[in-house]
């Protein structure tokens, strides 16, 4: 994995003239020694004194001879205990980056203690126990959190990408193939999308709507192919928001981080709700066209351009923003639970069962990303259910004009606390066909484009 090979490139790059991945500066062993040295106090030391204690010394070594331990058996991809230059060349390739017989030699011979032409454990350990990279529990490729997870909700924290995975182009093949993933996933699930969004508009104590009269009234009045309305632009906005938000992420993430080239949790998660605020005040418009292509009755609108023609002409441009202080609100909570409750699970994880190897598996993976999402959703749906409601105020006859405030007031009022989780029922039940049916896409995606995993 990443860590793995930065590591080893990192080393081999102090120790021969190998310069293929980053560029070194040529300074004394003196000089390195004491680099090496202060970067070391600088990860062991717990109370900031600037110096270490034998505890956190001891600390230090077991929780870095871990780290060790896991990308040793990450990288040791037979199990055979030992490492040759086909897994480091491999292990590179994963990344997109191709290296020659030669050139893995190289990197192998400046570890491999006994001539063998291989790295066992031993060797592994005692070569870069002191080397003092802080960030490989970080940086372990494993466990990102991708947008293979589409669950048809767009508040999710951006894809990050290396500087190996940009320079080589392999990040707009993986965001290629997340996109294709949502587009298929969300017409897969169209028929859940829409009762959702006729339950949170419709659905109330007086008119209560059940999944079952649900889709009988949308069957009776447009028939089967009805169930799907609203799905055309739903997809069609995957592609513009998903490259916004990449681009706006990646400029946020420059301008936030503390350390150039490293960010932490906390301001990837306001980097992440920056661009995507961003990335839905440019799209809003589709947002709300989308909410009133999937609520229309039979021959209302033509398609996507009449609608949008018809709200211009009727209700103006500012009916192509209703709903968006409440949709940008939505994102804080959705993107903090679900990238605190993903960490927590990954955390939880790593420390209980990460005896042999850093790879937890696919279940794992798909099973921790689910819950984080959906635990965000939860958080954010009452605001949800209040953007949908006031996009579709002007479209339902003799409906009044409601700010949010009020909005809530009112729901509240006439039905409780319950009434701002109207339509979450078909909304839980096409989390798991959708991530199911997007990471399927995905995979196939990948090995279509070529992409190595």
């Known amino acids: 994995n990443l860590s793995t090979c930065s590591l080893l490139i990192s080393q081999h790059n102090k120790t021969t003239e190998c310069n293929f991945l980053q560029p070194t500066v040529r300074e004394s062993g003196f000089a390195n020694i004491l680099c090496f040295l202060q970067k070391i106090v600088s990860s062991g030391d717990e109370d900031k004194d600037d110096s270490l204690d034998f ?20 990288l040791d991809k037979n199990d055979d205990g030992r490492i040759d230059f086909t897994e480091v060349q491999q292990s590179l390739a994963d990344l997109g980056l191709e290296i020659s017989k030669e050139v893995a030699e190289k990197i192998l011979r400046s570890i491999d203690a006994d001539g063998t032409m291989t790295v066992d454990w031993n060797e592994w350990r005692e070569h870069f126990l002191f080397n003092p990279a802080t960030n490989l529990q970080e940086i372990i490729r494993y466990w990102k959190h991708t947008t293979v997870l589409d669950i048809g909700d767009s508040l999710t924290i951006p894809d990050e990408f290396t500087e190996e ?21 969300r017409t897969g699930t169209a028929p859940l999308d829409r009762m959702k969004v006729f339950m949170q508009v419709h659905s109330s104590k007086s008119n209560k709507i059940t999944l079952f009269s649900g889709f009988k009234q949308m069957l009776k009045e447009g028939g089967v192919m009805s169930l799907w309305r609203g799905n055309g632009i739903n997809v069609l906005k995957i592609a513009p928001e998903t490259a916004i938000k990449f681009m706006a992420y990646e400029q946020y993430k420059k301008l936030l981080a503390s350390e150039p080239g490293k960010i932490q949790t906390h301001e990837r998660f306001m980097a992440g709700s920056l661009a995507g605020a961003t990335a839905q005040t440019a799209i809003y418009p589709m947002e709300v066209m989308k909410t009133r292509l999937t609520l229309r009755k039979t021959g209302q609108y033509s398609g996507m351009f009449d609608c949008a023609k018809k709200i211009l002409k009727k209700e103006g441009v500012k009916a192509f923003y209703k709903g968006y202080v409440p949709n940008i609100l939505g994102i804080i909570p959705y993107a903090g639970i679900d990238l605190a409750v993903y960490e927590s699970l990954k955390n939880l994880w790593l420390s209980r069962y990460a005896k042999d190897t ?11 990303g ?69 990471y399927v896409v995905y995979e196939y995606m990948r090995s279509g484009l070529g992409i190595q995993k």
């Open 55 to 74: 505890n956190e010394f001891s600390n230090y070594l077991k929780d870095h001879e871990k780290k060790l331990l896991l990308t040793f058996k990450s």
């Open 370 to 438: 689910t819950i984080s999402s959906t635990c965000g959703q939860l958080a954010s749906y009452p605001l949800a259910l209040i953007r949908t409601r006031m996009q579709a105020q002007a479209s339902l006859e003799g409906s009044e004009q409601q700010p949010m405030g009020r909005m809530v007031k009112k729901i509240v009022e006439k039905e409780g606390f319950f009434g701002l989780y109207r339509g979450i029922l078909p909304n839980f039940m096409k989390v798991i066909p959708a991530v199911s049916i997007s």
């Open 165 to 185: 995975e940009k320079t080589t182009g392999l990040w707009w093949k993986q965001l290629t193939a997340g996109g294709m993933a949502g587009a298929v996933s």
């Open 358 to 368: 850093a790879n937890p598996g696919v279940l794992v993976l798909l099973g921790c």
